[in-house]
């Protein structure tokens, strides 16, 4: 139903939704983005919910000073790449190359954040496929189309057709990290679901899952908090 906006410094943007299934006024501040959320029953007054959003200001505030901080990619700065973080620095040519521990990346400083982006989506779609193809060898299934998106709220998914989608995010992860959710999706093409006899298909496309599951669990966040913007 929109945005509104609670002035001060900084302003604070605000998601504005309406639930059938809300019984009182809710906020929620994602984990991921910071993004806040002010959920209000399907028919309650609308100014009455804002002035339940006035009333909660301060605590929106504090929680949002208490997040850690974003990491922002620009010349100088590093940015994560399978699971070690590559200083940016300028570059010749017309493409972003690596240089021993360092990406360097041509072009002005203005666009580097964009250019460094659209490295790591190249990077992420040839690694995605390649862990796709192997494991669906592995299980004998072929798949659909693979797609690469900027999710927030999973890292991939497999629909009933067979297609996978992938957070291209990944690519920031160490590289078992990446192998599992590609083993994970693809094992959904024989069992879509996560019964035990799923399970059995992930630890038999990739027997020591547990351990890049658990690093994701407790460092995904931290993947979203790099931002691209210049």
Excluded at 124 to 152: F, I, K, N, P, S
């Amino acid at each position: 139903m929109g945005t509104t906006h609670l002035p001060g410094d900084p302003p604070l943007e605000i998601s504005l939704r309406r639930s059938a299934r809300a019984r009182r006024y809710s906020l929620r501040i994602s984990q991921l983005d910071g993004r806040v959320t002010l959920t209000l029953p399907k028919r309650a007054p609308l100014a009455e919910g804002l002035a339940f959003l006035r009333d909660k200001e301060g605590w929106i505030r504090g929680h949002l000073a208490a997040r850690p901080d974003t990491h922002t990619v620009a010349l100088g700065g590093t940015v994560p790449f399978r699971g070690r973080a590559l200083a940016i620095v300028a570059g010749s040519g017309r493409a972003p190359r690596l240089a021993e521990q360092a990406l360097a990346v041509p072009g002005p400083a203005t666009g580097v954040a964009a250019r460094v982006q659209g490295f790591l989506r190249t990077e992420a779609r040839a690694a995605l496929a390649e862990a796709a193809d192997r494991h669906a060898a592995a299980l004998g299934r072929g798949y659909g189309r693979l797609t690469l998106r900027d999710t927030r709220s999973r890292w991939g998914s497999c629909s009933s057709r067979g297609d996978l989608m992938f957070s291209w995010r990944l690519i920031m992860a160490p590289p078992q990290v990446l192998d599992y959710v590609a083993a994970h999706e693809v094992a959904h093409l024989a069992e879509m679901n996560h019964s035990p006899a799923f399970w059995a298909v992930v630890e038999r496309l990739m027997p020591d899952y547990a351990a890049p599951r658990s690093w994701l669990r407790a460092n995904g966040a931290a993947l979203h908090r790099v931002r691209f913007g210049d």
